[in-house]
């Protein structure tokens, strides 16, 4: 089992890259590479600085502008092309996997045409994927409306193709269904984890066993998952960072 911290943990905060990874590298061997704020892979700056270390790198997509949903096929499009933009990124910094989120959906009746464009992105993704030779996946969702796959929804899963699941357990928590993402038919489909905990009400990123998951109860399930779990915290948190990690090794026994 692979363990990882994401950089998003010094989103937003007073440090750079090179902070981030000097800190990093002393606790873990996997660390997410993010595409926004002071610490934006896609800033030739931050690559440069990536080579300096010997860690191996997944890359999550910006969390503004880009919406693999959007039924304005103009804007569905030039997502898809920035996601081929951070492909080359994560060619350039060896990153085998990329997560990507898969839009959003204001109004009830846009959301058929919506998913239709997630459906035709999915597609597009599985040629990318295929073309570069990376994983492509796109992870479940919190429980705002806005977002499009909360649940595991047929529509979804059966256009997935060749494309993983990032399987967001904080999230997935959130929406009440970890034992759907779990179940026989979708778990093989996760090819990377996000794990974090909170209290049922909002996506408070904290450390594990600081919210209310039942981790154990999904122990057997989560361990048996062949793929890195990244844990992913908010900046305010970060001085749980290793208790973080010392409660995930006790949660997979390592
Ligand atoms: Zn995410």
Do not use: W
């Not at 529509?155 to 269904?177: A, K, P, R, Y």
């Amino acid at each position: 089992m692979k363990i990882g911290i994401s950089s998003s943990v010094f989103l937003d905060s007073n440090a750079n890259l090179k902070d981030t990874l000097d800190f990093l590298e002393k606790k873990v061997n996997f660390v997410e590479l993010v595409c926004d704020g002071n610490i934006n892979i896609m800033e030739q700056k931050n690559i440069d600085i990536s080579y300096n270390y010997d860690l191996n790198y997944t890359i999550h997509c910006p969390l503004t502008d880009i919406s693999l949903s959007s039924y304005r096929e103009k804007v569905r499009k030039f997502s898809i092309s920035y996601v081929k933009d951070i492909i080359k990124v994560a060619n350039k910094v060896d990153a085998k996997l990329i997560v990507l989120h898969p839009g959003h959906n204001i109004f009830k009746y846009d959301y058929d045409k919506s998913l239709n464009s997630l459906i035709k992105s999915l597609n597009d993704l599985n040629m990318l994927q295929n073309e570069y030779g990376i994983k492509i996946t796109i992870e479940n969702m919190p429980s705002y409306d806005m977002f499009m796959f909360r649940s595991p929804i047929e529509e979804i899963i059966s256009n997935l193709g060749d494309l993983g699941i990032t399987f967001d357990v904080g999230h997935s928590f959130l929406n009440n269904n970890i034992e759907e993402f779990l179940d026989k038919n979708i778990v093989d489909k996760i090819s990377h984890i996000h794990i974090h905990d909170n209290n049922s009400e909002y996506d408070e990123h904290l450390c594990i066993g600081d919210g209310k998951i039942d981790f154990k109860k999904y122990q057997n399930k989560l361990s048996g998952i062949n793929c890195i779990t990244m844990i992913e915290l908010q900046n305010k948190n970060i001085e749980h960072i290793d208790k973080c990690i010392s409660n995930l090794k006790k949660l997979y026994d390592l």
